[in-house]
């Protein structure tokens, strides 16, 4: 018969297989939260790396549609400017009444075009003198006037949206020297009292 070692008694065999199975099972389960948690610091890691490379890609897509945007206003605004002279050529045209039959076809299809660009003409007789859109080239004095005003058109003004392309070149008309009473009144009266 086979000894058995002293202080083990039979059926010990068992409890000692599942000690080490205990043992073994905790130690593959320390070892495994650790890989999990390893495992989630990495997938957190890549996620927010996704994160900054997708806001990178966006951000990068905005910046071409917006460059791509400003290329094509420059690129429109570039050909409307050179555009100005035809334009100002017709318009000396229809003042002699010399746009009829085709050309007068040919001249109201640019001017539709160029609208349709964005391009605007500006600069009536009668609107206020106003140096950031206009450019005086004649001046002289009006009783008919009470504030610097366009009494005449020499050439329009165009702009593209809210940029200047060329201003309105006018001839403008101030109110006359001395025809402004207010005010006079309460200096003589302040004038007259001193003298007293």
Excluded: W
Excluded at 28 to 51: C, F, N, Y
Excluded at 162 to 176: G, L, T, W
């Amino acid at each position: 018969m086979t000894e058995k070692p002293q202080g083990e008694q039979p059926g010990d065999d068992s409890a000692a297989e599942e000690a080490v199975l205990k043992a073994a099972e905790e130690a593959v389960a320390g070892a495994g939260a650790d890989e999990l948690s390893a495992a989630k610091r990495e997938a957190s890691e890549r996620t927010a790396d996704l994160q900054r490379l997708q806001a990178e890609y966006q951000n990068y897509r905005k910046r071409v549609e917006r460059d791509r945007s400003t290329v094509r206003e420059i690129a429109v605004s570039n050909i409307l400017e050179s555009l100005i002279p035809v334009l100002d050529d017709i318009g000396r045209a229809r003042e002699h009444g010399e746009v009829t039959g085709g050309f007068k076809s040919v001249a109201e299809s640019l001017e539709t075009v160029v609208a349709k660009l964005g391009l605007q003409q500006f600069g009536k007789e009668g609107e206020p003198f106003d140096p950031t859109i206009h450019e005086a080239l004649m001046h002289s004095y009006s009783s008919d006037v009470t504030e610097d005003t366009c009494v005449q058109i020499l050439q329009p003004g165009y702009r593209i949206g809210e940029r200047i392309i060329r201003p309105a070149m006018v001839a403008v008309a101030e109110p006359q020297p001395g025809t402004q009473t207010t005010g006079e009144p309460d200096d003589d009266k302040a004038d007259g009292s001193s003298d007293s």
